[in-house]
């Protein structure tokens, strides 16, 4: 693949959507076009009908190196408000990523550094192979990682953050998979395609709805107190699911012992 497309997007007629990062020369280091040209490709995965699940992955040895260095040498006469500008567009690229409806996995074939690990934090789901590397090496550079902060805290913890992003220090898949940050490790690129494949199978047993709602309800009480209105609005989302059209047919389907129409 050339580097004349930077990103890459592929939907099959099975409702996967590929997005893929193609600067390999760059590392697929991100820039402000490379920002603004995922937003554009997160906004449609969003609007597309029929779409059930989004693989994000790189080509090359890197799966991102985070910024782009002659983006970040420019940025360095940028006034605040261009700064602004600029963070602003990739919190809300971050933003669409994590909140698009369909279920998305990211799979780290190579190292992953800032703006990258925001990436696959942003993400459901994410394997890497056993060789890939992380950090964040903002700190050395005199920054932080700000925009990133969100998802990788909520996927690592405060304590980690507390080490990782005030040392910059390098980490292992295995570490980042202890962490939380990563699902699974594996052995190299040809197990990582397999274990991709694999989640998606898994994913194409579950109803579409289902899946989209079961998404949107852990975004709906993660953090919160187990509380009268939390109690209530769970027994509501259940109760609002088990009336549909999907919830009938999984029922229906397995009384009868046969696939469900999302299986067939």
């Known amino acids: 693949?050339?580097?004349?497309?930077?990103?890459?997007?592929?939907?099959?007629?099975?409702?996967?959507?590929?997005?893929?990062?193609?600067?390999?020369?760059?590392?697929?280091?991100?820039?402000?076009?490379?920002?603004?040209?995922?937003?554009?490709?997160?906004?449609?995965?969003?609007?597309?009908?029929?779409?059930?699940?989004?693989?994000?992955?790189?080509?090359?040895?890197?799966?991102?190196?985070?910024?782009?260095?002659?983006?970040?040498?420019?940025?360095?006469?940028?006034?605040?408000?261009?700064?602004?500008?600029?963070?602003?567009?990739?919190?809300?690229?971050?933003?669409?990523?994590?909140?698009?409806?369909?279920?998305?996995?990211?799979?780290?074939?190579?190292?992953?550094?800032?703006?990258?690990?925001?990436?696959?934090?942003?993400?459901?789901?994410?394997?890497?192979?056993?060789?890939?590397?992380f950090a964040f090496t903002e700190v050395h550079l005199g920054i932080v990682p700000a925009t990133i902060s969100p998802y990788v805290i909520e996927a690592i913890g405060a304590r980690n953050a507390r080490r990782f992003f005030l040392t910059g220090e390098r980490f292992t898949a295995t570490e980042a998979c202890r962490m939380g940050l990563v699902h699974e490790v594996v052995a190299d690129g040809s197990a990582l395609g397999h274990a991709g494949d694999r989640l998606v199978e898994a994913l194409w047993q579950g109803a579409p709805g289902a899946i989209a709602a079961a998404k949107e309800l852990i975004f709906a009480v993660a953090h919160e107190p187990i509380d009268v209105e939390t109690i209530e609005e769970t027994a509501e989302r259940i109760a609002e699911r088990r009336s549909t059209d999907e919830a009938k047919e999984g029922l229906d389907a397995f009384l009868g012992k046969r696939r469900p129409g999302w299986r067939a």
């Not at 280091?29 to 609007?47: C, G, H, M, P, Y």
């Not at 090359?60 to 602003?88: H, P, V």
Request: hydrophobic share 50%; aromatic share 6%; charged share 25%.
């Open 1 to 133: 693949m050339s580097e004349e497309t930077p990103i890459l997007a592929d939907f099959s007629a099975e409702g996967l959507a590929v997005v893929t990062l193609n600067r390999p020369g760059r590392h697929n280091a991100v820039n402000a076009d490379i920002i603004a040209r995922l937003s554009t490709i997160f906004d449609e995965i969003a609007k597309e009908d029929g779409l059930r699940a989004m693989l994000l992955r790189a080509e090359g040895e890197s799966f991102s190196a985070g910024a782009d260095l002659e983006w970040m040498r420019a940025a360095a006469d940028y006034s605040y408000d261009d700064n602004l500008e600029d963070a602003r567009a990739l919190a809300d690229m971050l933003h669409r990523l994590n909140e698009l409806p369909i279920p998305t996995i990211a799979l780290v074939q190579g190292p992953a550094y800032g703006a990258g690990v925001g990436l696959i934090a942003a993400c459901d789901m994410a394997l890497a192979v056993e060789s890939a590397v």
